[in-house]
């Protein structure tokens, strides 16, 4: 393969997670040391940044804050859901990034994302090629919702599942304090996938595990869940139940949306979540205590728990992204091959092709969810614990987490 | 001093926090170490297990495990909000005490809890007098609120600070990943005092301060708020705003109460709570992106993230409860007199009156809140940053919390 000397884009998009920033910082800190690659440029808010010419010169930040990607949540560069057209319809967008690329020689360009980046980088790809513009475009993963097709687990999930098990075994020491019982709702993200639902069920390694747990691959009954609380509740006095924000009734109406006489009477829709709605309907139909608890943003951006693990192999999915590239590779993603034989966990990058990765969504498998629809087999856990091993170590000042300051230097002001 | 030998019960009472064990344990350990305590005893949900007579015996409980107390939240004895009527009305809980006291030569009690426990602590003593019972009694402080009379700060505070302070940092990363911009609103326990709700202002000591905080120290104008939110959205394009849920109109009355037409045009009360309910007011009159975020129980449980300084200081406030009361003392609370000159901050056990201690509010000083009422000043930021100093150091067993795992042997089976 001939060497391809010239710059390189690394661009973040879709939601962040914890981890996010230390794939870019696996890109940034490889193509800065790599001598085929002449600049490193970040681009502000994803594909925008292209687009609008808005790129930062990450040739001229400081290497130790840099560093501090490892443990920084959130996208540092900034994100977008901007979509770019179908070339064959409207190719205005590709040829400004044709136009970009060309003004500053960029041979590389890697793509920092969740689903919907897949699709776009093999567009830009394959626009390139028509054109005859020799350019290197990769994938590199992130998203807490685990639903990559292809690789083992994606960048970002263990993180999350990391701060919601923590969570799920401090709720549970909580919620049962008094003796006067409670019903606790957890409501965690995962709009089609339940993942990180499941990943509450991990706090059972710690006998902290919630009694019960719902994930969307299974349509939700009202009536079968309030009769499984209940009976919960008769028995122990106490029930947590765990939630994914995207449950829905056989028809595939959302729970969240749907507008039930149980909620406020008027079937308005409920502004503070499905956490607070069930805990609503709960309190109606069972008369117990009830505390609903939406774990938002928190779990997405709860960058002092994350996983070492994880971290460790979003540093590395950007890290082979640019070597791979580099040594030839384009339109990959890189994702992660994995074993856990006898219990013992072993993770090796793997490329896949970007046609292959787009447009799919790895939902938990049927046979990890149990009999009766309200919780995750072992097989779950022992797939998910081994990712969320390892202390983060994030740097503090003053106790406080010390994130990356980045100066951002513009190359166009 | 005369020596007094006898049993001791330790109980613990109202909500939770992330380090009331540290305080019990603070108690267990060095009750069970000192030859004038014959036994030492756990009340199952406070006064109301010394009631039911359901006191779990430490004596019997693994070495290790009472360590670990130092990283559980929650009350590990479990808690009550059970009061007891005043003696000269109705006597019988008193007599039932007595009882109890006398079967288990009980000559020490020492009440681990917030506001409610010092008064009740307080007739006990006084009762015991009255009948000549020789018995001493001790409040062991806790709550998150940070409102005991007397001392600098309670324990529980500094933890719940830390916890609010860490995941504003966080979701300050978070909430301006797009270049569309969000106004996030975070809401914060508190109902009476507003010391958590600034400890949200911390996080601008690494550079991620919330834009605006209200107290509840400061009567709320929703006008004034929604031309606040509106001036720094337009001017940043984003906007964090950090909320005590005790947040009231100059009425009284609690903005999370208040029926307003704003909410959902037919006046109902939101389930969702405060920060759902604000959201979606800015919503509707500024047209912004917004997101609610309810910490909710895990500011008071969040034990992985606990500051040291409030560990080892909780820990010492149980301890010197014991030998203070070993030593002769009774009716007292142990609190805390601390200085912070230089920014060098030094911190020593102080015993106050429970008589004192008892139904006083400690508020946030006016002068620490700024003139706008819509944050702290650098005042409230000394005070409370050298409280989140330190790492918890929570043990970890396959990377999630490792809380205490007792026996709770009852004496009376």
Redesign the interface.
């Known amino acids: 393969m001939e060497q391809l000397r010239g710059a390189c884009i690394i661009g973040q998009s879709g939601?962040?997670t914890s981890v996010i920033n230390a794939s870019a910082y696996g890109v940034i800190r490889t193509a800065l040391d790599n001598p085929n690659i002449t600049a490193v440029y970040g681009a502000?808010?994803g594909i925008?940044g292209v687009l609008g010419d808005k790129l930062y010169d990450m040739g001229k930040e400081d290497a130790k804050e840099l560093e501090l990607l490892l443990n920084?949540?959130?996208?540092?560069l900034?994100?977008?859901?901007y979509k770019i057209a179908d070339p064959d319809v409207d190719d205005t967008d590709y040829k400004r990034i044709l136009e970009i690329f060309k003004k500053y020689d960029v041979r590389y360009f890697f793509y920092n994302g969740g689903n919907g980046i897949y699709l776009e980088s093999n567009k830009i790809s394959k626009y390139m090629q028509k054109v005859g513009y020799e350019c290197r475009i990769m994938g590199v993963p992130k998203t807490i919702d685990n639903d990559l097709f292809g690789t083992d687990h994606c960048p970002g999930f263990a993180s999350a599942a990391?701060y919601i098990?923590?969570?799920c075994?401090?709720?549970y020491?909580?919620?049962?304090?008094?003796?006067t019982g409670m019903v606790?709702v957890i409501e965690i993200m995962g709009r089609h996938a339940g993942w990180l639902a499941g990943a509450a069920a991990?706090?059972g390694?710690?006998?902290?595990a919630p009694d019960l747990v719902y994930l969307p691959e299974v349509d939700f009954d009202m009536d079968k869940f309030l009769a499984d609380v209940d009976a919960i509740y008769k028995k122990n006095g106490n029930c947590i139940v765990a939630v994914s924000e995207g449950i829905h009734y056989a028809d595939g109406t959302f729970v969240s949306e749907a507008k039930t006489s149980a909620?406020?009477g008027?079937g308005?829709a409920?502004?503070?979540?499905l956490a607070?709605?069930l805990?609503?309907i709960i309190k109606e139909r069972t008369g117990s205590k009830v505390?609903?608890?939406?774990?938002?943003?928190?779990q997405?951006?709860?960058?002092?728990?994350a996983?070492r693990t994880d971290i460790d192999e979003s540093f590395l999915a950007g890290k082979t992204a640019v070597e791979a590239a580099v040594a030839g590779e384009t339109d990959k993603m890189v994702g992660f091959e994995c074993t856990r034989e006898g219990g013992k966990y072993t993770s090796k990058t793997k490329l896949f092709n970007l046609s292959e990765v787009a447009n799919f969504e790895k939902k938990v498998p049927l046979e990890w969810i149990n009999a009766e629809g309200n919780g995750v087999t072992q097989a779950f856990i022992d797939y998910a614990?081994p990712l969320?091993?390892?202390?983060a170590k994030a740097p503090?000042?003053?106790?406080?987490?010390?994130?990356a300051?980045l100066k951002k230097v513009l190359t166009n002001p």
Chains 1, 2 share one sequence.
Request: aromatic residues 4%; hydrophobic residues 35%; charged residues 20%.
């Open positions: 939601g962040p502000a808010h925008k920084t949540p959130s996208s540092e900034g994100s977008c859901r990391k098990a923590t969570s075994a401090e709720v020491k909580d919620a049962r304090v008094y003796d606790t991990l706090a390694v710690v006998g902290c909620t406020d008027f308005h409920q502004l503070g979540g607070a709605l805990a609503n505390r609903g608890i939406e774990l938002s943003l928190l997405r951006c709860g960058a002092h728990v996983s614990l969320i091993q390892g202390d503090t000042e003053h106790s406080l987490p010390r994130f300051r």
